[in-house]
């Protein structure tokens, strides 16, 4: 069984937090797209729920754990290394313009030493080792997933014999309180990366579990206009939610709305919002989620470092975000028209990498965890 309507979403979501990341602007980045980050708690709550689809009775029916991380390794890592392998000729390219020809604004060894390499190439890059992210900075999210799902594989295990749904929920907002708490202190944000991420991806993905568990429950027949009704609002309470997630206190209501709409759209598909997503060019768009978020981060940034260094166009400002290299900012009127063409770059890029690299080392792992 597939959550095709499920799969696209999660293709949308990755396209957003691109565009997300993009230098190019015309005026004012969009706040829509500016706060776009928050889509990784969308894969978060998704995760937790296809992991429970795919392995929550089999854990319980006794799956090795060797065979259970053996999946989830092929998974996640091959494609984390290979972008991982990528972005080490452009660092070092970036390091000789910067000592020795006297290009750019900052040393990249600052933000991209060997130490993190080394905490990337361990997946521990979001354990609260060190203070900043460094190389492809989305894979932040890489690492608390993988050792979420161990997490998840002795939680199902251990309790067993007594276990209830419940559970899920409770260790959800058990997680989401200790991010609550630990920003207590942090008028901005809840959305922490290099540190406190593995509470933020727990929250998000035992929420997940959870709503699996009442999707099974669920025998709810709605017809095509009501369930049009509800998609169309539920979006949109997310994207209003979402244009002000800046806010602290705007952050947190976004985690259950994701909830909700990974719950309505796994039980019903007949939708106006579902019959869209399950469009075949869109789930094709959710296939490739995961390398457009692996990948984008490079395209990216080599398309700005190609307008100021090679193009020799002007840049209007640099500023930071947290996980992320210095940021250049570069207004220019052709914002759309190169933003566009960069996600067309970054999807034709992941279909390549996703036929050849992904899908062949994914499956490769799994026969190699059958045959264990």
Not at 20 to 43: E, K, M, P, R, T
């Amino acid at each position: 069984m597939k959550f095709d309507s499920l799969e696209s979403l999660r293709g949308v979501a990755a396209l957003l937090v691109a565009l997300s990341h993009s230098s190019f602007l015309y005026g004012q980045q969009h706040v829509f797209i500016a706060n776009a980050g928050v889509f990784v708690d969308f894969f978060f709550v998704l995760s937790g729920f296809v992991m429970a689809f795919a392995y929550f009775d089999k854990v319980r029916e006794g799956m090795p754990f060797s065979r259970f991380i053996l999946l989830r390794f092929g998974r996640l890592y091959p494609l984390h290394l290979l972008t991982l392998l990528l972005w080490v000729p452009y660092v070092l390219a970036k390091g000789y313009a910067f000592h020795v020809l006297h290009l750019g604004e900052m040393d990249p060894w600052v933000k991209n030493s060997p130490l993190r390499f080394v905490y990337n190439i361990f997946l521990v890059n979001s354990l609260g080792f060190d203070n900043d992210l460094g190389w492809n900075a989305p894979a932040w999210s890489i690492s608390v997933e993988f050792y979420t799902y161990i997490v998840f594989f002795f939680f199902v295990l251990l309790l067993r014999p007594v276990y209830k749904p419940v559970f899920s929920l409770i260790l959800s907002v058990l997680s989401y309180a200790v991010l609550v708490y630990v920003a207590r202190d942090d008028p901005h944000t809840l959305l922490y990366t290099y540190k406190y991420g593995i509470f933020r991806c727990m929250g998000g993905f035992f929420l997940g579990m959870f709503v699996y568990h009442l999707s099974q429950r669920s025998r709810i027949q709605l017809k095509a206009f009501p369930a049009s009704l509800i998609e169309v609002a539920l979006l949109l309470i997310a994207c209003a939610l979402i244009a002000e997630s800046h806010h602290k206190a705007m952050q947190l209501p976004v985690f259950p709305v994701f909830a909700v709409i990974v719950y309505v759209l796994s039980i019903q598909d007949v939708g106006v919002v579902s019959r869209f997503l399950k469009m075949k060019w869109m789930v094709l768009l959710g296939t490739l989620s995961y390398s457009i978020y692996m990948i984008h981060m490079l395209v990216f940034v080599l398309a700005a470092n190609i307008w100021q260094y090679v193009l020799k166009l002007p840049v209007s400002s640099m500023t930071h975000r947290e996980g992320g290299s210095p940021f250049k900012v570069i207004d220019t009127p052709y914002a759309d028209l190169i933003n566009l063409g960069l996600i067309a770059l970054v999807i034709v890029i992941s279909y390549f990498v996703y036929h050849r690299f992904e899908s062949i080392f994914r499956d490769s792992f799994r026969r190699l965890a059958l045959r264990r």
